[in-house]
């Protein structure tokens, strides 16, 4: 029988991350996951064998990345299969937020996940095998969100990254693959996974209104189970071949179709003017 994989999760303490934990340790695999208060990972999880291993990690610090993916190899004995789940949402049109609100999504939603990629490739590399789900969002392919859109921003950034690291990667056995939530019935949507602009300028009547649908109709009708995203994750995990994009939810799907459509029509009606450009 096969050696199961060794798992590496980022942002574990709620959510989809929490759900596959739990998943995985069920189902007897070794598990590394982070979260910035380790005790309160641990009791959430509430799983005291040797096969899990909680850790507080900053992980916007690349020495305390280097640290923990050194611990992990050392007590696990080895990294298979990297979640990139760490993340929040940032509310607020391009006018409304600051530089700082901005600068620190794109810490945490990509540069994190970087410094996550940047210390597991040395391991991989060494054992030639390897895979990343590096977590967009719906977001990250359809940017049309009012008042979204330096999360969206971020969760672009992430796909683009992605597929640049899906070919650099290649020949070295490791598999990279964007993985596009939906909307899932966890607290992604409640106070302190999603922030708010500081300060909101009333003119934006659109995100303003995406707002109060937000609060007063997607919350707690979210139709995406996090179990059954728990189940889809290690069911890629074990394909021989895996997708660059995997997008999870009827509505994640619906939404992309859409976008394609979009970009389609597009294409065959500015094509004229596309073409005008060469010499």
Do not use: C
């Amino acid at each position: 029988m096969a050696t199961k994989k060794v798992w590496f999760i980022t942002g574990a303490s709620k959510g989809l991350g929490l759900a596959l934990v739990q998943r995985l340790l069920k189902e007897g695999y070794k598990v590394a996951a982070t979260s910035r208060d380790a005790g309160a990972l641990s009791k959430e999880v509430n799983y005291a064998g040797d096969d899990f291993l909680p850790l507080q990690v900053d992980l916007n610090s690349d020495a305390a990345v280097h640290q923990a993916v050194q611990e992990i190899i050392a007590k696990l004995g080895a990294i298979d299969v990297v979640v990139n789940n760490a993340g929040y949402g940032q509310l607020g049109t391009l006018e409304e937020l600051t530089d700082e609100e901005a600068r620190k999504n794109f810490d945490v939603n990509v540069f994190g996940t970087l410094n996550v990629i940047r210390n597991v490739m040395p391991h991989y590399r060494q054992k030639k095998a390897g895979m990343f789900f590096n977590i967009s969002s719906i977001a990250g392919f359809m940017g049309t969100f009012p008042g979204w859109g330096i999360y969206n921003a971020t969760k672009f950034a992430v796909a683009g990254l992605t597929e640049a690291l899906s070919a650099e990667v290649k020949s070295m056995g490791v598999s990279a693959t964007i993985v596009y939530p939906g909307y899932f019935k966890t607290n992604f949507l409640l106070q302190g996974s999603l922030r708010t602009a500081a300060s909101p300028i009333s003119e934006y009547k659109e995100a303003r209104e995406l707002e109060v649908i937000h609060n007063d109709q997607i919350i707690g009708n979210q139709p995406g189970d996090p179990e059954k995203a728990a189940a889809a994750f290690i069911k890629v995990a074990e394909m021989e071949t895996k997708p660059l994009h995997l997008f999870l939810g009827t509505d994640s799907f619906g939404m992309a179709n859409s976008k394609i459509e979009a970009l389609q029509a597009d294409l065959k009606t500015y094509e004229s003017i596309s073409k005008s450009t060469d010499f």
